[in-house]
């Protein structure tokens, strides 16, 4: 959904939005398109008041676009709001709170804050995969043998998550066709184009452990029966051939791929997540990591789109996310939330 036109460079975006009634005016669309709701009360009639606030009637209360979202209590203007929000979606890897400090002119703390609050605002897929689907599952932190000898962890091989977290990725392959066309550049010459027709996407989460009890539900609340599930040979999948076309590699006999079944694309997703961990944040906390997940799932999943439909999308999503200092540093809610 485009109601600007497209950016394409910070430029370009504050171009696009160069006052702050310019960005109200795009939230307040985004959110309501000209029917406002109380999010005090929803069957409330609303009547519009000065400075951009609104009256809830039956509860009273005065609102913005702000309140109920992840901008409610702060005190920064929008425009840098969405300098920061171009900046966390354009950068593939992430951002650190060092950097976007930098950028915006702001205090590394409070440039961790805005960065938690836009990693709050994303919801993982919440579509039912159907067709082909990869699952693995992998274990994010530290290698032992990178540790200084007095933090090393005793017994915290293979898949001991002692001093790691257990996550689990759903890989839901795409569909591509090969389309032979005309060069751009050598008259006369044709070229084969892989066109996509519905792009790859992912699901991840933290776990609490990889036992069956853990993995199969989880597999079964989010992909449709009756789809294919490629997987490798761990005891946790065990079963799930009543419910799915279930096939397996087994990686501990060398065996990596047997025709189309493999894992290697979900497990190339894991090894680009975790490079972006450690070239970028260098260490995430497994409280804070599923929010993390959603950052890297958000910006895989939408890839293909342009920018500004992006920034569009992410900013349809930030209702009902209104995250708090107190919470996000002392609350428990966070890790729960996925």
Known sequence: MISVKPYKSVKQLLEAFPTEQSCIDHLEMLRWNGNIVSPFDEDSKVYKCAGNRYRCVNTKKYFTVRTDSIFEGSKIEFRTWFVAIYLFIVNKRGISSYQLADELGVTQKTAWFILARLRFAIDPEDDEFDGEIESDESFVGGKNKNRHKDKKV????????KDKTPVVGLLKRGEYKLVRRPHKVIDGEYVI???TIRPTK????????TKVKTLQPLILQNIKGGSRLLTDEWMGYAGLSKHYKHEFI???RGQYADGDITTNRIENYWSHLKRSIIGVYYKVSRKHLQMYLNERSFRFNNRMSILSEKIDLFLQGISGKRLTYQTLVYGSEISKRS
């Open 154 to 161: 005793e017994k915290s091989q293979g898949r001991s998550f």
């Open 193 to 195: 184009e892989k066109v």
């Open 202 to 209: 992912v699901k991840t989460f933290v776990v609490e452990d």
């Open 250 to 252: 087994d990686h501990g």
